[in-house]
């Protein structure tokens, strides 16, 4: 787990997630994203080219941004994603090998996690920011109960169906961290479009912080 990381997550606790970007576009996106004040992006493994776009963000946003992928499965994925420049590996499920060779690489783990049992998997592993997925289907009461029988060091990020006008059930749930997708980038979305929808989520959570 890197002091970057930590340091961005404390900065704006988002993860802006950009499903279906081009390596192309993803420079552009990436800077609309940072001067909205996100700095941890996710190119997820399942989008166009999405080693080119991580790489792309990473010389040009590396310095300023935590820049890594989602969808990572294998340990080939982790590998991969560290070769193009990825400092983080967002997976939808909890696979130990993902998670150590993720950590050996020098990468932050998030796995992804469902039910109590899974979260202690990933956090034995060493996984100390745990990726709630889908969120919504679970909802913020899950969060508050889980809670209560996870570590208190360990850090939930909530993913999936979150928007802005529900920032506040999250967050007083307990959830540390959100990760945001089509509500800030719907694929093919315009940097003016995605700079706005950005701004939107940094301003809920500097409201709610206050």
């Not at 961005?8 to 970007?21: E, K, Y």
């Not at 390596?23 to 700095?39: H, K, M, R, S, W």
């Not at 996690?113 to 956090?123: C, F, M, N």
Request: charged share 20%; aromatic share 6%.
């Amino acid at each position: 787990m890197t002091d970057k990381f930590e340091t961005c997550f404390r900065h704006m606790p988002l993860v802006a997630i950009l499903r279906g970007v081009y390596p192309e576009q993803a420079v552009a996106i990436g800077e609309a994203l940072y001067t909205a004040g996100i700095c941890i992006i996710e190119v997820p493994l399942n989008s166009p080219e999405p080693l080119a776009s991580i790489k792309k963000l990473s010389l040009a946003l590396g310095d300023r941004c935590v820049i890594g992928a989602g969808t990572v499965l294998t340990v080939d994925d982790v590998l991969g994603v560290a070769a193009a420049g990825g400092e983080i590996a967002v997976s939808p499920n909890t696979d130990v090998a993902v998670i150590k060779c993720s950590l050996a690489m020098g990468m932050t783990p998030m796995p992804g996690w469902g039910t109590v049992s899974e979260a202690l998997v990933g956090y034995q592993a060493g996984a100390r920011y745990l990726k709630l997925f889908p969120a919504i289907t679970y909802g913020p009461q899950h969060v508050a109960s889980a809670r209560a029988v996870l570590p208190p060091d360990c850090k939930i990020v909530a993913v999936g169906g979150i928007d802005a006008n529900s920032v506040d059930d999250w967050l007083g749930a307990g959830v540390d961290g959100l990760g945001i997708g089509s509500d800030i980038y719907p694929m093919g979305g315009d940097v003016e479009r995605v700079h706005r929808a950005a701004l939107t989520f940094t301003r809920a959570l500097r409201s709610r912080n206050k």
